[in-house]
């Protein structure tokens, strides 16, 4: 499986952007998680490639929305609105076996179950 992540930027703080994240092979779930420099890397959502079922870390619920394309493989990040403490490279990443809601888990216990990642896209906040 090999994850292509895009989309990021520098915007102002309020502002939009969607993350893209094209996929290649089958998986079972694609996730999104952030890496903010001296930070460990947070999961942020996930969706589930059958049935679109959406899972979100309760710090960004109600701001980031998780969706997908299936004609495409692509799963998409809408972030909005933005603010400055979201500055991070941004990477998605896939597991081809079931796993349970990533929201139940640690963050380096859900980056653990991953079984593969994107290079990741960086995105900067300015206030």
């Known amino acids: 499986v090999q994850l292509q992540a895009s989309g990021g930027g520098l915007v102002q703080a309020g502002a939009s952007l969607r993350l893209s994240c094209a996929a290649s092979?089958?998986?079972?779930?694609l996730g999104w998680f952030r890496q903010a420099p001296g930070k460990e890397r947070e999961f942020l959502a996930s969706i589930r490639s059958s049935d679109g079922t959406t899972d979100y870390a309760q710090s960004v619920k109600g701001r980031f929305t998780v969706s997908r394309d299936n004609a495409k493989n692509t799963v998409y990040l809408q972030m909005d609105p933005l603010k400055p403490e979201d500055t991070a490279k941004y990477y998605c990443a896939a597991t081809v076996t079931p796993a349970p809601p990533l929201s139940l888990l640690t963050h380096s216990q859900a980056s653990a179950g991953m079984d593969y990642w994107g290079k990741g896209t960086q995105v900067t906040v300015s206030s």
């Open positions: 092979g089958r998986t079972f779930m």
